[in-house]
C-alpha cells in the first residue's frame, strides 16, 4: 500500500523527519471528542516545536555522523511526546533531573539549545553538558539542574533518590537553611530510565528508599519494548514492571501511552503534583515507540521484523501530535509548516556553530581530577607540629569517634549514615537502651547527640548507600558513611568508579561529590576467614579522582579523617580493624583542629641501612622486625605511607637515596598489589641509588583462611620482614 510506504520511512535512520511528514492514516490520529477541552494552544504548539526540533537534532546528528563529523550517536526518537510534557510540568533551574539518554525532549523543553546539545555531538570545550568529555546524549547542565549523567543505566536513581532525600533532611535540620541555597518546599526530582533498567537491583533499592521515606521523586518508564536487541518479555516477569511494583506504599503509579501528547500532559501533571504535595514518589510508565535503532552502533533490522516496525512507525510522536494540532484546529497546515521550517534553520545553524567550536585544549585532560579550590595537600591542612596532646590516651576507635563528633558539631552539612551506625532507629527506646553505633562502635552516641535526621541506619544495601550520599553531595550535604566491611563493598562499586570518582571530571567541575567513605578493612582477625579480612586496596587507588587513605595509629586516624571531611573530593578513608583497639596505637586527644594533610608520610623509625615503605598493619610489623635486626647490627628506616592516594615520593626519594636500599611491604597480595607501583617507580626513577633489588613483602596469592595456622601462612608477619630484611643487608 501506498501509505505503508510512507510509514516505512520513518524507520530509516538515515531518512529525515521531513521527507515523512504527510497526513497520518485515521487509526493513528488520537481522538478528540467535541467535549474534550485541550491545554492552552500556545502551550500545545510549543510542545510540538521541542518535539520537532528534537526529532531534527537526532536526524542531523545522524547525518553528520555519517559524514565523520561526530563520532557517536543515539537518539530519542519515539519518546519525544511524553519528555516534552514532562518538561512542560516541571521547573528548570527549581526541579531537580537526573535523566538518561533518550531524554533530548525534556532538556529541550527546560532550556538547553539544540547549540548546546549540538556542541556535545562534536565533543567541544564549550558544551555545558560534559565540556567534550562524554558522549552525545549525557546530559548535564548546572543551570538547569541537570546532574551529570553517566553511561552506565540505571546509576542515577539511587542519586536521585538521595537528591530528594537532601530535601528531606534540609527540612528536619533547621542550622542547613542558613548554610545551603536552592532548596524549595516543594520542588521535585525528576528521573528517568528505559524498561530494561528496570532489571537493575539499583532501581528495586532506589523505589525501596523512596517510598519508605516518602520522597518526592517521580520516576519515569520510557518503555520503548526493547533494550536494545533484548524485549521487554524476557527482560521482565509478565513483561510489565510498573504491575510488578503495585505493593510498594506511598508509590502512585500511573500508566500512559507516551506517543499521546496530550495524555502525557494530564499524566506527568498529575504525577509531579503528588509529588509537590509531598504524599510520596511517583511512577509512571510510558509505552513509547523506537523507530530508529538503539544507536548508530546497532541495527534493529538483525532482530525486528517489518511488521513490528511498520507498527511502531504508526504511533509515532511527532506525526501524530501535529496532525492532532490541524485536525483539532489549533493550527492549519501552514502554520505547522512554518514552525517546522524555523526548527530546521535553527538545526542548521545550531550544527554550523557546534562545528565551528574548538575542542578542549590536550593540556586540559588531567584538570578537574581533583578540586581545583581545595588542596587537602596544602600547609592548610597541615597542623601536625604545633599539636598538644591532652587527656587519657584513647584507641584508634577513640579518636575516630571523637573526631567524628567534632566535626559534626562543626559543620551542620555532615550526615552520618549506613548498616548499624545508629544508636537505635526507633528512637523511643533511646532512653532504655546503650545503642549500637557500629558494629565496632566507631560511631557510637553520634544519633543521641545528633538526631536521628542527621545520623541515621541504611538499608543492607551498599550501592544504596554510595549512590544515596552522591545525590546528597551535589546538593551540598557533607555525607559521612560507612561501608561495614571492606569486603562488601563491591555491590557500590558501580557508583564509587563510574559515578562517585567521576562526576567532577566528567562534567568539567560543573558538579561534584565530596563524601568520605569510612570501611573497616584487613585482616589478622583470628577467625576474620575469606569475607572479613580483604584488603584489596589497589582496586581503588588505580581509581582517579577517589583519594584514599590508611592511618596506622590513633592519632593519625583523627588527623586524617578531619583532613578527609574538610576536603572537596570524594574519599575513600580505610580504618583497619585489628588496629582499632591496639594498645601500642593510642594517643591522647590532638585538640578540634588537628589535621594531617595528604600525601605527608610519617618517618616512624630512622635508619641508614634500608628502607622499609609501608602502611597500616604492616607499620607496627615492620617495627618489630627491624627491633631484631637492629640487634643484629641493620638500621632500618621505616615510613608510613599513611595516605595512599595521593602519596609522599618525597619522603621515599629522600630515604632511598641514602639507605640505598628498600623493601616495599603490605597486606595485599604480592602480585598486582599496591606495592608494585611503588617498587616498580624506585626502580625506575632511583635505580641509579639502590645497592640490590627492591624487595616486597606481602600476603600470599590466595584467600584469608579462617584456621589460624593457616592465616598467619597467608598474610605476612614480623618473621617474614625481618627475613627480608637479612636477605637485603647481605645482597
Not at 288 to 317: C, F, G, M, N, W
Request: hydrophobic residues 40%; proline residues 5%.
Amino acid at each position: 500500500m501506498k501509505t505503508d510506504t510512507k510509514v516505512l520511512k520513518l524507520v530509516r535512520k538515515t531518512d529525515s523527519l521531513e521527507d515523512s511528514v504527510e497526513e497520518l492514516t485515521p487509526r493513528a490520529v488520537p481522538a478528540v471528542s467535541k467535549d474534550q477541552q485541550l491545554p492552552d494552544h500556545k502551550l500545545l504548539l510549543e510542545m510540538y516545536r521541542t518535539m520537532y526540533l528534537s526529532r531534527r537534532i537526532d536526524d542531523k546528528e545522524i547525518q553528520l555522523k555519517g559524514q565523520n563529523r561526530i563520532f557517536f550517536q543515539i537518539s530519542g526518537a519515539g519518546h519525544e511526546a511524553v519528555l516534552a510534557a514532562a518538561g512542560v510540568v516541571l521547573k528548570p533551574g527549581y526541579d531537580w533531573f537526573y535523566p538518561y539518554y533518550r531524554d533530548r525532549a525534556l532538556c529541550l523543553q527546560l532550556g538547553m539549545t539544540p547549540v548546546e546539545q549540538l556542541l556535545s555531538a562534536v565533543g567541544a570545550e564549550t558544551d555545558p553538558n560534559s565540556h567534550g568529555r562524554q558522549m552525545p546524549s549525557h546530559w548535564g547542565h548546572k543551570k538547569l539542574n541537570i546532574v551529570s549523567q553517566s553511561s552506565p543505566t540505571g546509576t542515577q536513581l539511587l542519586q536521585a533518590v538521595g537528591c530528594a532525600e537532601a530535601n528531606y533532611r534540609f527540612q528536619l535540620i533547621p542550622e542547613l537553611q542558613k548554610r545551603i541555597d536552592n532548596f524549595h518546599d516543594d520542588e521535585v526530582t525528576y528521573v528517568s530510565v528505559g524498561e530494561g533498567t528496570t532489571s537493575e537491583g539499583e532501581f528495586w533499592e532506589a523505589l525501596n528508599t523512596a517510598c519508605n521515606l516518602k520522597l518526592p521523586v517521580v520516576f519515569l518508564i520510557e518503555d520503548n519494548g526493547y533494550a536494545i536487541s533484548v524485549p521487554v518479555e524476557v527482560q521482565t516477569a509478565g513483561g510489565d514492571v510498573s504491575r510488578l511494583v503495585e505493593g510498594f506504599p506511598n508509590l502512585y503509579i500511573q500508566r500512559c501511552d507516551g506517543t499521546d501528547a496530550i495524555e502525557s500532559l494530564d499524566t506527568m501533571r498529575r504525577a509531579v503534583d503528588y509529588c509537590r504535595q509531598r504524599k510520596g514518589p511517583s511512577l509512571v510508565h510510558a509505552k513509547v515507540i523506537r523507530p530508529y535503532s538503539h544507536s548508530l552502533s546497532d541495527d534493529e533490522k538483525l532482530y525486528r521484523p517489518d511488521e513490528e516496525r511498520t507498527s511502531d512507525a504508526e504511533r509515532d510522536p511527532v506525526k501524530r501530535f501535529g496532525a492532532l494540532l490541524i485536525d483539532s484546529g489549533v493550527i492549519d497546515q501552514d502554520g505547522l509548516q512554518q514552525i517546522k521550517d524555523e526548527a530546521d534553520r535553527e538545526v542548521t545553524e545550531a550544527a554550523d556553530i557546534a562545528l565551528a567550536s574548538s575542542q578542549p585544549a590536550q593540556e586540559t585532560a588531567t584538570k578537574f581530577v581533583f578540586s581545583p579550590d581545595v588542596d587537602p595537600t596544602s600547609k592548610e591542612f597541615d597542623t601536625e607540629d604545633q599539636v598538644q596532646l591532652s587527656g587519657n590516651p584513647g584507641t584508634m576507635v577513640d579518636l575516630i569517634n571523637r573526631c567524628l563528633h567534632t566535626e559534626m558539631a562543626r559543620d551542620p552539612r555532615i550526615v552520618v549514615f549506613g548498616e548499624d551506625v545508629a544508636d537505635c532507629s526507633r528512637e523511643q527506646y533511646l532512653e532504655t537502651v546503650k545503642g549500637k553505633g557500629g558494629v565496632f562502635k566507631v560511631t557510637a552516641n553520634l544519633q543521641r547527640n545528633f538526631g536521628g535526621a542527621r545520623v541515621f541506619n541504611s538499608p543492607l544495601a551498599e550501592a544504596n548507600i554510595v549512590g544515596r550520599a552522591i545525590g546528597m553531595a551535589t546538593r551540598g550535604l557533607k555525607p559521612v558513611v560507612e561501608i561495614q566491611f571492606f569486603d562488601y563493598i563491591w555491590p557500590a562499586m558501580h557508583q564509587i568508579r563510574n559515578e562517585l570518582a567521576l562526576m567532577r571530571w566528567r562534567s568539567g567541575n560543573d558538579w561534584k561529590a565530596p563524601i568520605v567513605m569510612r570501611v573497616p578493612v584487613g585482616g589478622y582477625l583470628k577467625g576474620g576467614a575469606v569475607y572479613h579480612s580483604q584488603s584489596g586496596v589497589s582496586t581503588f587507588t588505580q581509581i582517579p579522582g577517589l583519594r584514599v587513605i590508611y592511618p596506622s595509629n590513633a592519632l593519625d586516624a583523627n588527623g586524617l579523617l578531619r583532613t578527609a571531611i574538610r576536603c572537596d573530593d570524594p574519599v575513600l578513608f580505610l580504618e583497619h580493624k585489628h588496629l582499632y583497639r591496639q594498645a601500642y596505637n593510642k594517643s591522647p586527644y590532638p585538640g578540634d583542629d588537628f589535621m594531617i594533610p595528604f600525601a605527608k608520610a610519617k618517618k616512624v623509625r630512622e635508619g641508614k641501612d634500608l628502607t622499609i615503605v609501608t602502611y597500616g598493619a604492616l607499620v607496627q610489623r615492620s617495627l618489630v622486625a627491624a627491633k631484631q635486626a637492629e640487634q643484629e647490627g641493620t638500621s632500618v628506616e621505616i615510613i608510613d605511607l599513611r595516605s595512599l592516594v595521593p602519596y609522599d615520593w618525597d619522603t621515599i626519594v629522600e630515604s632511598v637515596k641514602r639507605t640505598n636500599r628498600v623493601i616495599v611491604a603490605h597486606e595485599d597480595s604480592l602480585s598486582f598489589g599496591y606495592g608494585a607501583e611503588i617498587a616498580a617507580r624506585i626502580a625506575a626513577e632511583l635505580f641509579e641509588y639502590l645497592d640490590a633489588p627492591v624487595k616486597r613483602v606481602c600476603a600470599l596469592d590466595t584467600f584469608v583462611a579462617y584456621a589460624p595456622q593457616l592465616e598467619d601462612a597467608i598474610l605476612p608477619q614480623a618473621a617474614d620482614v625481618a627475613k627480608a630484611i637479612a636477605e637485603l643487608k647481605a645482597y
